[in-house]
């Protein structure tokens, strides 16, 4: 059963640093793309980066792109998100999915299957 567990986040300072990780298990890590995403109180969820397994390829949404990096640590079967420059507006609760590749699109929701639980990151003024 795949299984994806995501963890870091918490609560930071406007222009501070997080860094979350996403560790997968239950599956063949090398046919998944892994990609992030996050959901605000009142608002739906959006897209904000992926990876994919294949060539590494890197995807962002543009508002986080130049403020976070998203990387994966092969033999740990885990995938990071670091987060820089943070702003209120990032507060979210932040997801990793998975995907087999190739995806339709990388941040079509319907292309992942399984889902973490989600980790809370709030950003203070």
């Known amino acids: 059963e795949a299984q994806l567990v995501e963890s870091g986040g918490g609560l930071a300072q406007a222009g501070g640093s997080l860094r979350l990780s996403c560790v997968a298990s239950g599956f063949t890590f090398d046919d998944y793309a892994i990609g992030w995403f996050r959901q605000a109180p009142g608002k739906e969820r959006e897209a904000v980066s992926c990876?994919?397994?294949?060539?590494?390829?890197?995807y962002y949404a543009d508002s986080v792109k130049g403020r976070f990096t998203i990387s994966s640590d092969n033999a740990k079967n885990t995938v990071f998100l670091q987060m820089n420059s943070l702003k209120p507006e990032d507060t979210a609760v932040y997801y990793c999915?998975?995907?087999?590749?190739?995806?339709?699109?990388?941040?079509?929701?319907?292309?992942?299957?399984?889902w973490g639980q989600g980790t809370q990151v709030t950003v203070s003024s």
């Open positions: 990876i994919t397994r294949s060539d590494g390829t890197t």
């Open positions: 999915a998975a995907g087999m590749e190739p995806l339709f699109s990388w941040s079509l929701e319907a292309d992942f299957a399984s």
